[in-house]
């Protein structure tokens, strides 16, 4: 998979916006971000899953899917090595981690 492949996933998802973060590409749904490129370098994307669908990704696919380092990583940021992932595998993480956004997000704007 290239990069060109992750962002054009990420930006085929409803209320998408590419933006930038750190100096890095990332996607954001209703303000959230729930995606980043090149992060920690090129080659390599970044998604925000929940800890538990983390765990999922990362035991299926050890080579492609990893958790960040330190609190973000529990949290749930997991890092995506671009170039041995699976389209199906890197579309199912990014629907996911839009969905944890856009739904806290919603949450969010209701409890308001």
């Excluded at 890197?90 to 944890?100: I, P």
Aim: with cysteine.
């Amino acid at each position: 998979m290239r990069a060109d492949d992750f962002r054009r996933i990420a930006l085929s998802l409803p209320d998408t916006e590419e933006s930038s973060h750190h100096g890095h590409p990332d996607f954001r749904v209703r303000g959230k971000i729930f995606a980043t490129l090149a992060h920690p370098s090129r080659g390599w994307g970044m998604v925000a899953l929940t800890p538990t669908h983390q765990t999922r990704v990362c035991r299926a696919e050890p080579e492609v899917f990893f958790p960040v380092n330190g609190a973000w990583g529990r949290g749930g940021a997991t890092h995506v090595y671009l170039r041995l992932a699976r389209l199906r595998s890197v579309r199912a993480a990014l629907k996911s981690a839009w969905t944890n956004r856009a739904m806290k997000a919603r949450r969010r704007r209701t409890s308001s």
